[in-house]
């Protein structure tokens, strides 16, 4: 009997790694930028995702060049929501976050007392029930701070919003 509790706890880890939201991904980014303002981008965790399946879509920021770590920020998402239906909230290990879902559009805020040192400011999960509708997921953001409480939002406001691209594997 002592071979059962080992493979419930094998079962365990496997279970685990599993069901972590962490996007897929093959693709690096640079720590940081070369020029003056942080980027961020969107990801999504599955570049060809099938009717009925679900994706996490993370927004992530790259820091400028010597620039401190994100520490808060705010914005909007939004969606088709007659293509994508909003699952939940994933997971990440820095910060906290607040997100007001509304079909078509999530509010999201977000703060790190030592900044979001991994790029990743929040991740949301949708299901999918047309592929059209990943082309119109849009961030805009209205605020992102740095740890110093330094304004890290790009000069032009053009910049301000950013569309989902699939990134290659």
Do not use: C, H, M
């Given at each position: 009997m002592r071979i059962l509790p080992r493979l419930i706890a094998i079962g365990f880890v496997v279970v685990d790694l599993g069901c972590?939201?962490?996007p897929r991904g093959l693709t690096t980014t640079p720590s940081e930028t070369?020029?003056?303002s942080s980027v961020v981008y969107l990801k999504v965790s599955?570049?060809?995702p099938g009717v009925g399946s679900t994706i996490t879509v993370t927004a992530?920021?790259?820091r400028a060049r010597g620039a401190q770590a994100v520490g808060s920020f705010a914005g909007h998402?939004?969606?088709?929501?007659?293509?994508?239906?909003?699952a939940g909230e994933s997971k990440l290990p820095t910060g906290m976050?607040?997100?007001?879902?509304?079909?078509?559009h999530i509010r999201v805020a977000g703060a790190a007392a030592d900044?979001?040192?991994d790029g990743r400011l929040f991740a949301v999960t949708f299901k999918v029930n047309d592929l059209r509708a990943l082309a119109t997921?849009?961030?805009?953001?209205?605020?992102?701070?740095g740890t110093g409480f330094g304004n890290r939002l790009p000069a032009n406001p053009d910049e301000h919003t950013v569309h989902l691209r699939f990134t290659r594997r």
């Open positions: 972590q939201d962490e070369d020029g003056s599955d570049e060809a992530n920021v790259v998402l939004r969606y088709d929501s007659g293509g994508l239906s909003f976050r607040a997100l007001n879902p509304q079909p078509g900044g979001f040192r997921i849009e961030l805009t953001l209205d605020e992102l701070n």
